[in-house]
Nanobody, 125 residues
Framework: QAQLVESGGGSVQAGGSLRLSCTAS????????MGWARQIPGKEREWVSS???????TYSESVKGRFTISRDNAKNTLNLQMNSLKPEDTAMYYC???????????????????WGQGTQVTVSS
């Protein structure tokens, strides 16, 4: 059972930057596929970015080129560097994880299993 705790949210003006962090415990971190999602009240949770156990990254089109996801397996941490922030990036951001599956190679399942409590990001125009 993995536990995830986010930090680093806050308020920033459009064009600014924020760095979110997530610390994981309760599971072998190097075997966790990690990611970030965000949610605005009244809307469905939106996937933002993922990083595999080997460090391969993917991004939603809405954040590609502005956000960078990274992980530090020695510190059990996940980061999301957010640059050139826009008002439409305002949301609650959630750290997410799912154990990798061995299918002859380590594979990241599509759906996340574990979620953090979230950290609020507010971007003003």
């Amino acid at each position: 059972q993995a536990q995830l705790v986010e930090s680093g949210g806050g308020s920033v003006q459009a064009g600014g930057s924020l760095r979110l962090s997530c610390t994981a415990s309760g599971y072998t971190y190097s075997r966790l596929c990690m990611g970030w999602a965000r949610q605005i009240p009244g809307k469905e949770r939106e996937w933002v970015s993922s990083i595999s156990t080997t460090g391969s990254t993917t991004y939603s089109e809405s954040v590609k080129g502005r956000f960078t996801i990274s992980r530090d397996n020695a510190k059990n941490t996940l980061n999301l560097q957010m640059n050139s922030l826009k008002p439409e990036d305002t949301a609650m951001y959630y750290c997410a994880a799912v154990p990798a599956s061995w299918v002859g190679y380590w594979y990241c399942p599509r759906d996340f299993t574990y979620w953090g409590q979230g950290t609020q990001v507010t971007v003003s125009s």
